[in-house]
């Protein structure tokens, strides 16, 4: 996973505070993208930025937002942290074109967040 | 809404004995396919792709699959090994397009 960091690995909140993970990567690619993974279940899209400047809603948007402050750096923001948020979170990137094989997504480490 | 899933949660193989992994995808519209390693508490891994015009693709171990009449994905690993220990994921996409979607994923297990 050399390439896409993301900080922090560990937190636990509140219900109600806000935080913000921060995603970086070094690889110079165009689309990066934040999934949460719940137990027992596969990586859900959250949100993903096709390229610096733009950004998108996924499958599962609902108590987020994202920034994309940079080519390097994408933040996923937890306005007013619930429960239900309680997950591992993985930001990722890749080239942004489907070019040939092999071309496929990078994922960082994970973040583990617990909200209580 | 389209998904893609798995037949089996887990999977426990023989170290050395060859491991199938199956997925199923009902989204006929993907025509890009992606199996993924997660060992615990890592991110997961590309392992291999296949592109809906092949049926079949070879890596190292490693070998997709891809049946399209009945829309099934399978990974075959030879020769397994304590290291491919594992969740293992299939991921589907419609080519050139952004957005991946996962299956929930197969734990596999080596006994010795």
């Known amino acids: 996973n050399a390439g896409v960091t993301q900080t922090p690995k560990f937190q636990v909140l509140k219900t109600g505070q806000s935080m913000t993970l921060q995603c970086a990567q070094d690889m110079n690619h165009n689309s990066m993208y934040w999934y949460r993974q719940d137990p027992g279940m596969g990586l859900r899209l959250i949100y993903y930025s096709a390229s610096e400047g733009t950004t998108d809603k996924g499958e599962v948007p609902n108590g987020y937002n994202v920034s994309r402050l940079n080519k390097r750096e994408f933040s996923l923001r937890l306005e007013s942290a619930a429960p239900s948020q309680t997950s591992v979170y993985f930001c990722?990137?890749?080239?942004?074109?489907?070019?040939?094989?092999?071309?496929?997504?990078?994922f960082g480490e994970g973040s583990w967040l617990t909200v209580v | 809404g389209e998904s893609v899933g798995l037949h089996l949660p887990t999977l426990s193989v023989q170290e050395g004995d060859n491991s199938i992994i199956n997925c199923a995808y009902s989204n006929s519209a993907s025509d890009y396919f992606i199996w993924y390693k997660q060992e615990s508490g890592k991110g997961p891994q590309f392992i291999i792709d296949i592109r809906s015009n092949m049926d079949k693709r070879q890596g190292q171990r490693v070998t997709v699959l891809l049946n399209k009449t009945v829309k099934h994905l399978s990974l075959q690993i030879a020769a397994t090994q304590p290291g491919d220990s594992a969740v293992y994921f299939c991921a589907e996409a419609k080519w050139g397009a952004q957005k991946l979607v996962f299956g929930q994923g197969t734990r596999l297990t080596i006994n010795p």
């Open positions: 990722a990137t890749d080239r942004g074109t489907r070019s040939g094989s092999g071309n496929t997504i990078y």
